[in-house]
């Protein structure tokens, strides 16, 4: 029996990344997958691998920085399963600017998709995580809510911004029995990587500091946050778990 056997998850931007390894991983321990992206054609492959697998998985579409799409997602799972055990805030975009020159529509756009996102559809599901008794809620920060680098201001201040969002949630999502909890991830070959982690030198540099000398795989994540979503996570609350080789402890 898996770990997260018959339990309803929604994942957001599962059409790639850590979002698909985090819907693989919980599709193989026993979860009904949820994915949720705003490009169809990656979440229907990602999908696909799920029920190639013998997994349940389905595809809705979701940008997740319209509340249109947020209330449909959330209805979609009341009438097919009227709970949500596990919902995993992932979606997120980057943008490299320096400070002085981030306009307002920038700011604007980084903050509606990391961290306003989140809120809303944790905020909006608590129904459905109610029902399910014994939920949880796993949120996508970074490394970068502590380290950090030039030009992704933005983007740090909204890691640091759902670091704080989940401890203050898990305080008062306690009394309905849902736990709350962060992930923070260092370097892995993403989309989200991929032009940076192109340059030899820089690829050097990240792997020289960090102590473990590699960077992380999408499914090291993956099984981070499995055990978070799962009963064995079932004391922990408003803690963040870095998943980056040590290389925020290391100068």
Known sequence: MGRLENKVALITGAGGGFGRAIAE??????????????????????????????GAGTAIHLDVSRKEDIAGALDAIAQQHGQLHVLVNNAGITQREDFRHITDEQWAEILDVNLTAAMRLSRDALKLLTAAKGASIINISSIMERVHVRQLSAYSMTKAAIAGLSRSIAVEYAAFDVRVNYLCPGYAATGMTERILRNDAVRKGLIDRTPLKRFAETRDIAKAALFLASDDASFI??????VDGGMNIQL
């Not at 997958?33 to 799920?50: H, P, Q, S, W, Y």
Request: zero cysteines; aromatic letters at 6%.
């Open 25 to 54: 991983e919980f599709a193989r321990e026993g979860a009904q997958i949820f994915a949720g992206d705003i490009d169809d054609e990656r979440n229907k492959e990602t999908v696909d691998l799920i029920t190639a697998a013998g």
């Open 237 to 242: 609350t408003g803690e963040g778990l870095t």
